[in-house]
């Protein structure tokens, strides 16, 4: 503990004296999270404001003031670049007040924005205190609406700086040791940097609520990195070695939240499921591995993403949501036997470009979706939580930002309508 407090005050030193900038997050990508509480077959909600307390999770699933929690919610990626002017922070609470209205609970959000144009980190260890004071205001008003978060920490991929910003950091100051966006995961002063990071945004003092957001339940969970890749190591070892560095950290900080990777499922190159269920022989070349990825100690729950329609090009629809419910049986199977784990679809999707694209397509593939994971909570098995990723948003006219659309969030209709069938079912049993 002591050599963790030392690490943690020197990483102090290194942010003293900073001044901050600020970012937007313009893009948005919408998903569905709902907490039901299949015990009684009747949908829950979190309490407001007063007598929050945190999530936990027993085994392969989540628990709430001792009962069990069902998540079903959505992703706006946008809500802290929006909370930065006033002319656009109003779509923020009407999105949570949206959301709310339709028995939402969650929603997972970006906790960063790494250099560019109003970033919050502007460079290492310098943040700009008005996107810090936006990022405040998303959890402020997540709480008042009785909505959590899960926030991301970081990107794999170029938008919003992401890993590629931080090599660029350390490149620019003649420090890198390489200028592969890989480096991110095995350059000591990268990890340095990284660090930093983590420990001044769950050490934050919310100038709203006033709460440490280490201490604010409002926070369901952190998502470490948005689907981790490290293409220059298939093998999967550098990117284990930083994930069980970084999930260490967080929880050496912060032991009330919940931790997960922010994977996107795919299995590693030792794995038997690899040319089994992999979408194709490059998902196992990716330097990650979900089984050996989620099997961490500090891993709370596990992750999926469902895009069958982008992992595949040649196959028709029928073949892809086939594929779909083999993807998700073989998640659910592994979470139920061998991790002993929550696994969450924190993302899934089906993309309205697709040549053959047909509107009840999307339907048809929510249902599936929906109905897997139905079956695995009835039989309280690791596989209930899910979050729809494009549905529950709209572009305007006149902008590309993302407002509520609450008669077209298909998978809220599609999962309500669902609901009702499944408790007519029920109660006709009985």
């Known amino acids: 503990m002591k050599k963790d407090l030392r690490s943690h005050w020197s990483l102090r030193k290194v942010m003293a004296g900073n001044g901050m900038l600020y970012p937007i997050l313009g893009f948005a990508s919408c998903v569905a999270f709902i907490y039901m509480s299949f015990g009684d077959l009747k949908l829950s909600r979190f309490p407001r404001e007063q007598g929050l307390s945190f999530v936990e999770r027993n085994g392969t699933r989540f628990f709430l003031d001792g009962k069990p929690l069902y998540v079903n919610g959505w992703n706006s990626y946008w809500l802290m670049g929006h909370s930065v ?40 260890g310098q943040f700009d205190e008005r996107v810090f004071k936006a990022l405040d205001y998303v959890i402020a008003e997540a709480r008042q609406h009785g909505i959590r978060l899960l926030l991301s920490l970081v990107n794999n991929l170029q938008p919003y700086g992401g890993k590629t910003q931080y090599v660029n950091w350390a490149w620019q100051e003649g420090i890198g040791l390489s200028s592969s966006n890989d480096s991110f995961f095995f350059d000591p002063t990268i990890r340095k940097y990284f660090k930093s990071y983590i420990l001044t945004v769950l050490t934050r003092k919310n100038t709203i609520t006033g709460i440490e957001y280490r201490n604010d339940p409002t926070i369901f969970a952190w998502e470490l990195i948005n689907e981790p890749r490290c293409i220059t190591d298939p093998s999967g070892d550098t990117l284990q070695d930083w994930l069980e560095e970084m999930t260490a950290f967080v929880k050496s900080i912060d032991k009330n939240h ?27 070349a990716l330097g990650s591995d979900f089984m050996r990825n989620s099997n961490i100690t500090h891993v709370d729950f596990t992750s999926v993403h469902i895009y069958a329609d982008q992992w595949f090009h ?16 073989s998640h659910i199977e592994d979470c139920d036997k061998e991790l002993k784990k929550p696994v969450m ?46 549905d529950f948003c709209k572009k305007t006219k006149t902008s590309n930002n993302c407002v509520p659309r609450e008669s077209k969030a298909i998978a809220v209709r599609t999962f309500d309508s669902f609901c009702k069938a499944k408790w007519h079912s029920e109660m006709a049993r009985l």
């Open 85 to 124: 002017e006033e002319n656009t922070r109003p779509k923020v609470s009407a999105m949570f007040q949206a959301g709310a209205k339709m028995g939402l609970t969650v929603c997972r959000t970006w906790a960063f924005n790494d250099g560019g144009y109003n970033a919050l980190q502007i460079s290492p």
């Open 314 to 329: 040649h196959l028709g629809f029928e073949e892809k949501r086939t594929y779909v419910s083999k993807w998700m049986r």
């Open 345 to 390: 679809f924190t993302e899934y999707g089906l993309s309205d470009q697709n040549k053959d694209y047909q509107p009840a397509q999307r339907e048809l593939l929510y249902r599936t979706i929906l109905d897997i994971i139905y079956k695995s909570a009835k039989k309280k098995g690791s596989g209930a939580d899910w979050l729809e990723s494009k």
């Open 258 to 284: 919940l931790l997960t990777i922010g994977l996107e499922g795919f299995y590693g190159p030792k794995s038997p499921k690899k040319s089994t269920v992999n979408p194709e022989h490059w998902a196992s």
